[in-house]
C-alpha cells in the first residue's frame, strides 16, 4: 500500500488498513464466489473408484490415469505363464560316470573269474555267467572254455562297451518320455545342448552288438558278445530331476507380476469407444489402486484443491485488471460484472457437459470474448478466453478431453475476429473468423487422434453453431452489460 504523504497508516486515496483490506476484498470477492460456484457445478466425484465397465461396453467419458500404477497378473495368469516359461527350460541329463567305470569294473571281473570257472566245467561258467545277468546256454559255455576265445570276446566286449558307454547310452524308456527335442547334456561341470534323438539307447547299444567284431568270426561268439553286452549293459546317461526342477522353479520365480504400467495421465478408456480387455484390467487395477490407498472417498484436502485450482487460475485475471486495467479494477460494478459473465460461461460449460459429455467444443468461451472484446478490447478478451479454457478444461469430468484446446482456439479466434468489425451488424465476420478457427481445430485433433472423416465434421459442424449461437447471444445481453 502506497502511503499518502504526512498522514500516518493511509494510502495515496485516503484509505487506512482497513479500508484498504476492505476495498480489495469487496474486488476480489467475485473471484472467490466464481471459484467456488465451479467446483459446486464441476465437483470431485465422491468416489474416486474407475467405473465398472465391461468388455465390448461403450464408455460414456474418458477415464484417465491420474496417477501411476500397475495392474497386476492374476493367480491364474501367473501360473499359467510361469508353466509355459517351466515348460520351456530343456530338461538336464548327466553322464554318469561311476556308472561306465562299474560296468567296467564288472567286465574285468566276470573275466578274471571266468578263467576258474573255466576249469571247473560247462555248469560253473553258465552259473557264473548267470549271476552276472547273462543267460547263455550249454553252446555258448563249451565256447568259453577255451581261453583263447574267452579273450577274444573280453577284447570285442571291452571295445564295444567302453566306446558306446563313454558316448553315453541312455534308458530308452525315458527317452521316448521326453517332450522336449533338445536337452541340456552335462559332463561335470561342461554343458551343451543336444537333440534328443541323438542320444544312444539300448537298442541302439545292442544293434552295435549285432556288427561283426575283430576275432569274432562265428555265430556262438557274436550270440556271447550280444548277451554278455546286455547282461552288463547300465546307462551312462541319466536324467537329473533335481537340476530340471530347479531350473524350472528358477523360471516360474522369475515371471514378471506385473500385467500392464499404467503412467499418470494415460488415458485407459476414451468417451464413445468400446472397452477392451486390456482397458477392462486397467479399470479393474486403477479401482484396487484407489482402495488401497484410501483415495477411493472424497478427502477434504480434495475438496481445498479443487478450490484452490480454480482460485489460482482466476487470479491471474484478477491480477491483469489490477496492473493493467486500473480503471476497471477500481469500479466495483465492473468487477462484479466480470465476476458474473465467468459466472454465467461456467454454468453453461457445465450443463452442456452433462447434456453432451462428448462435445467439448460446446463450451462456449466465444460468447465470453466476443462480449468482452466489445466492452473493452481484444487484449482483455484473449486473456480472458484463456483463463476461462484453462479453468474449464482443468475440471475431473473434462480433465483429459480437448476443453482446453477447443476453448483457447474458439475465445481467441474470437476476440481476433472482432478486432476487424467495425460495426456491430457485421458480427457475421467474427462467425465465419470462429467457425474457420473450429473447423482447422477438428481437423488437427482428428488427425492426431485418428478420428473418422464423419466426426471430424460434425466437431466442426458444432463449432460452427457455437460460433453463431455465441454471436447471437452476445448481441442479445450487450445493452445489458453496456449499463
Do not use: C
Not at 460414456?60 to 490415469?65: G, L
Not at 492374476?74 to 517351466?86: L, N, P, Q, T, Y
Request: proline residues 4%; aromatic residues 8%.
Amino acid at each position: 500500500m502506497a502511503v499518502r504523504p504526512g498522514v500516518p497508516g493511509r494510502d495515496v486515496a485516503g484509505r487506512t488498513w482497513a479500508g484498504w483490506v476492505a476495498y480489495h476484498a469487496w474486488r476480489w470477492l467475485p473471484l472467490v464466489a466464481v471459484a467456488v460456484l465451479t467446483y459446486l457445478v464441476f465437483p470431485l466425484p465422491t468416489h474416486l473408484a474407475a467405473p465398472v465397465l465391461q468388455v465390448g461396453e461403450v464408455s460414456e467419458r474418458t477415464v484417465t490415469a491420474p496417477f501411476f500404477f500397475v495392474v497386476p497378473k492374476s493367480d491364474a495368469e501367473r501360473g499359467f505363464e510361469g508353466e509355459a516359461k517351466a515348460l520351456a527350460a530343456r530338461p538336464v541329463y548327466r553322464f554318469a560316470a561311476a556308472g561306465y567305470d562299474s560296468v567296467m569294473i564288472q567286465v574285468d571281473t566276470f573275466f578274471a573269474q571266468l578263467d576258474g570257472a573255466a576249469r571247473a566245467g560247462v555248469d560253473q561258467v553258465r552259473d557264473l555267467a548267470g549271476a552276472a545277468g547273462a543267460r547263455i546256454g550249454r553252446t555258448e559255455a563249451e565256447y568259453l572254455l577255451d581261453a583263447a576265445k574267452r579273450r577274444v570276446v573280453k577284447a570285442a566286449l571291452d571295445t564295444l562297451l567302453r566306446a558306446s558307454l563313454l558316448q553315453g547310452v541312455a534308458d530308452a524308456s525315458a527317452i521316448r518320455a521326453e517332450s522336449s527335442r533338445l536337452v541340456a547334456l552335462r559332463r561335470g561341470e561342461a554343458e551343451r545342448l543336444v537333440s534328443r534323438d541323438s542320444i544312444l539307447t539300448f537298442p541302439d547299444l545292442m544293434a552295435r552288438a549285432e556288427e561283426p567284431r575283430a576275432g569274432v568270426a562265428d555265430e556262438i561268439g557274436r550270440r556271447v558278445v550280444r548277451q554278455l553286452t546286455a547282461a552288463f549293459y547300465r546307462p551312462t546317461i541319466v536324467p537329473d530331476p533335481v537340476l530340471t526342477n530347479l531350473r524350472r522353479e528358477a523360471l516360474r520365480a522369475s515371471i514378471d507380476t506385473v500385467k500392464y504400467s499404467v503412467p499418470a495421465g494415460e488415458r485407459i478408456v476414451v468417451a464413445r469407444q468400446r472397452v477392451t480387455p486390456e482397458a477392462r484390467d486397467k479399470l479393474v487395477g486403477l479401482g484396487d489402486e484407489l482402495r488401497r490407498r484410501g483415495q477411493d472417498t472424497l478427502r477434504p484436502r480434495a475438496i481445498i484443491g479443487g478450490f484452490l485450482y480454480n482460485a489460482i487460475i482466476l487470479s491471474t485475471f484478477w491480477l491483469l485488471l489490477l496492473l493493467y486495467r486500473r480503471e476497471s479494477y477500481e469500479q466495483l460494478h465492473e468487477m462484479v460484472f466480470l465476476g458474473a459473465l465467468f459466472a454465467v460461461v461456467v454454468l453453461l460449460s457445465a450443463g452442456l457437459e452433462r447434456l453432451f459429455p462428448w462435445r467439448t467444443e460446446l463450451t462456449p468461451i466465444p460468447f465470453a470474448a466476443i462480449l468482452l472484446t466489445m466492452l473493452y478490447n481484444g487484449r482483455t478478451a484473449v486473456f480472458a478466453a484463456l483463463t476461462l479454457a484453462i479453468l474449464i478444461g482443468g475440471q475431473w469430468a473434462l480433465r483429459e478431453s480437448n476443453a482446453v484446446f477447443f476453448g483457447m482456439v474458439g475465445g481467441v479466434a474470437a476476440a481476433l475476429g472482432m478486432r476487424v468489425v467495425r460495426r456491430r451488424r457485421h458480427l457475421y465476420v467474427t462467425v465465419g473468423v470462429v467457425a474457420g478457427a473450429y473447423t482447422l481445430a477438428a481437423l488437427a485433433m482428428g488427425l492426431l487422434g485418428a478420428w473418422t472423416t464423419g466426426a471430424i465434421v460434425s466437431t466442426a459442424i458444432t463449432g460452427s453453431i457455437v460460433a453463431l449461437t455465441s454471436a447471437s447471444f452476445a448481441l442479445l445481453v450487450m445493452p445489458v452489460a453496456e449499463q
